[in-house]
């Protein structure tokens, strides 16, 4: 096998699997590249045997064939080389040999035959939408996302496509964060639910970061697959079934609250200085026309903020994580938020104003 190749082709799709090879591997296979040189085409494919990264670049072969070289050097090197300059990679028994200008790599190689791939099944659902959108819902839905949770179906996103819409949801059992975008559903799929896994969401956060184009999505029971151009991520969904989650969205939280975001945000920051460490909590107080924000902590120091807000409700008061309620002011774009209330007990709604999603829930913390 033997190609030649600009480093700027190959090194954003070095860069995208060196970050899923780069994990400790349980295969040592499973930290190299597999590369696939075809008589117009290049192939790379990298996999953790959990998610999995293929991309295609056109790219004629000097000589047909396929190896394997270890992700994070190959793309180390390639990252080091000048701007401009024309790879070769050649396999020559058990080396592959890396030449630019003056310069020569020899790595070690595995064989190429005994890559494993990801298991895809067939998708029960499929359609499109935009990357853009696709990435603001998932990065919107991972700010509730678990990590490390005993109960492992918390410790994703759940996708869930009905009527023309994919809603992305997540919750830690603190709080939940949903976002709708839409979804242009091919053939008909009444409703669909997957858990995508918090390795995965990383992985296309990072992959969509950029991204203004359009993105297919293939989801079966097991596995989801997201194909862009000549992109495809794969990875394994996980095992379980969401709990239902609109019992925590609540229904009947009749008072309303029109905050400015960027002076939430300035407030909450200040307050969090002197928040306690092992309980970050607030205490916010609502009136008809201020909010008041109080933080206390071990050494007997405080904090207070008052901010003018609109608040139809009677006063009220309400401790939250402090964090939690930092979180919410990241998540929506627009300058007002609406906040929705029943009492000093239960949880707050944060929505934008006029809009029902992005939606963000917050429970309330006893002090």
Known sequence: MKITIDREK?????????????????????????????????????TDLEVQLSASIDNQADQEGQCTVPGRKLFDICRALPEGSQIQIHKDGEKVTVRAGNARFTLHTLPAETFPY??????????SCLAAALRSALNTAATAMAQNDARFFLNGILLEIQDNLL????????????????????????LYQGILPRKAVIE???????????????????????????????CKLIDAKYPEYRRVIPE??????????QELKNALQQVSILTADKNPATRMTLNPEQMI????????EDAE?????????????????IHYLLDATQI????????????????????????????????????
Request: hydrophobic share 45%.
């Open 305 to 321: 903020i008052v901010f003018p807000i609109h608040f139809s409700g009677p006063t009220m008061e309400i401790a939250f994580n």
């Open 332 to 367: 929506f774009a627009e300058e007002t938020l609406t906040m929705r209330l029943r009492d000093g007990g239960s949880s707050a709604v944060f929505t934008s104003a006029g809009q029902d999603t992005p939606l963000y829930v917050v429970m309330p913390m006893r002090i």
């Open 118 to 127: 990801l298991s895809i099944s067939e998708p029960a659902c499929s359609g």
């Open 204 to 234: 296309l956060l990072r992959l969509l970061a950029s991204d203004n184009g359009e993105a297919t999505l293939l989801l079966a029971e097991t596995s989801f697959v997201l194909e862009q151009d000549d992109l495809q991520f794969a």
């Open 167 to 190: 809603r992305c949801v997540s919750t830690d059992g603190h709080r939940l964060a949903m976002m709708e975008i839409p979804f242009a559903v091919l053939g008909d799929t009444p």
């Open 293 to 300: 924000l109080r933080a206390h902590n071990d050494e007997q």
């Open 10 to 46: 190959i090194l954003p799709i070095l860069g995208n699997m060196a970050n899923i090879t780069d994990r400790r591997p349980i295969q040592p296979i499973l930290g190299n590249i597999l590369i696939q040189a075809e008589k117009e085409q290049c192939k790379f494919v990298a």
């Open 252 to 261: 009947n939280h009749p008072h309303l609250a029109e905050v400015d975001r």
